[in-house]
């Protein structure tokens, strides 16, 4: 028995069996703590006495009071710490699904190409299959002077994007470098998978050698008369004599530095154009984007005179005026 009994309205010791009185709080004989038995309340009902290692909110504490009191169960925590797992799981298979993947272009080299020429781009996908690659979508970052169509690009000449300056050689010593550099890209998508790519293309004009006095544009009337010219010595010289009468009398010749050079002319009436720089493209590029253009201020009457021309000459008696390239002829 765990509390003191109440025999015959007499009090026993648990421990000792002595009787005592309900004064008393130790017992007189063993001195053990005494437990005072229940009472009766006004109703009869019996209130047990609480228990004084206790305090009185936790002695009339129910069993859910006893939960709130204790917060969330470890079953609980274990769940949310699962919930919580798998969500950081998921999140990390889809940014690593997610993430591009790379495509490697031409081998993982530059690529040179000359303006006019075509090449095929080779590409490589980690995960990708054969079929794969036949959604591949192509781009480049100009396309003024790259198009690509299916893996080939194709390289053409803008001026506008071509360098004339050698920033090697520093901002005084200016020479012709007649390239450009832009990229060509690639990307494919498979299902929420992405790969992409890009290769550095180097563009360039294939210089050309120029010969002295070679006619470009050849005239259709018979050559009765001349011009013959001497050119600069430091640059060469790109001659077009534009017909005031008959576009089929338009002709064109180039001229080396240094030279002098006499070419026969129909009997008509001209304009006279030039161009100068240090490196020969072709007929079609002339001397790239370091081309200066400049006309003669005069007309030519080749009908009754042939004539003699000097470049460069101060205080000569042929004047002249530059010009944007766009208004000089093209063949």
């Not at 008393?24 to 038995?37: Q, S």
């Not at 909110?57 to 709130?68: G, I, L, V, Y």
């Not at 470098?177 to 360039?204: D, P, Q």
Request: with cysteine; proline share 4%.
């Amino acid at each position: 028995m765990n509390e003191n009994e109440k025999k015959d309205g007499v009090l026993h010791c648990d421990s000792c069996g002595a009787v005592y009185t309900e004064d008393y709080e130790f017992c007189p004989e063993c001195g053990a703590k005494l437990v005072k038995p229940p009472t009766a309340d006004d109703t009869g009902n019996v209130e047990a006495a609480p228990d004084e290692t206790s305090t009185p909110d936790e002695a009339s504490a129910s069993p859910a009071d006893e939960k709130k009191k204790g917060g969330l169960s470890k079953k609980v925590w274990a769940v949310i710490g699962a919930i919580a797992l798998a969500a950081i799981i998921v999140i990390v298979v889809l940014a690593n699904i997610m993430t591009e993947r790379p495509l490697v272009l031409n081998s993982g080299e530059e690529i040179d190409i000359y303006v006019g020429d075509k090449k095929g781009i080779t590409i490589e996908g980690e995960g990708l299959e054969k079929n794969d690659y036949q959604m591949t979508l192509w781009s480049t970052d100009n396309e003024k002077v790259l198009k690509v169509n299916n893996g080939e690009i194709e390289a053409f000449y803008d001026s506008s994007s071509f360098n004339a300056i050698d920033e090697d050689a520093g901002s005084d010593e200016a020479t012709d470098v007649c390239s450009c550099t832009t990229y060509v890209r690639a990307s494919i998508e498979k299902g929420i998978r992405k790969w992409g790519g890009s290769a550095k293309v180097n563009i360039s004009i294939e210089p050309v050698e120029l010969k002295d006095g070679k006619i470009i544009k050849k005239p259709a009337d018979s050559q009765d008369s001349y011009l013959e010219v001497t050119s600069m010595d430091d640059y060469d010289t790109y001659i077009y004599l534009k017909s005031k009468t008959k576009e089929s009398n338009d002709m064109s010749f180039t001229i080396k530095r240094g030279s002098t050079t006499r070419v026969d002319v129909p009997m008509d009436e001209y304009e006279m154009y030039w161009a100068v720089g240090t490196t020969w493209y072709g007929s079609e590029f002339l001397f790239g984007p370091g081309t200066e253009y400049q006309k003669s201020a005069e007309d030519w009457d080749f009908r009754e005179y042939s004539w003699s021309f000097k470049m460069n000459v101060q205080d000569g008696n042929v004047g002249s005026e530059y010009l944007d390239e766009d208004e000089f002829p093209e063949l």
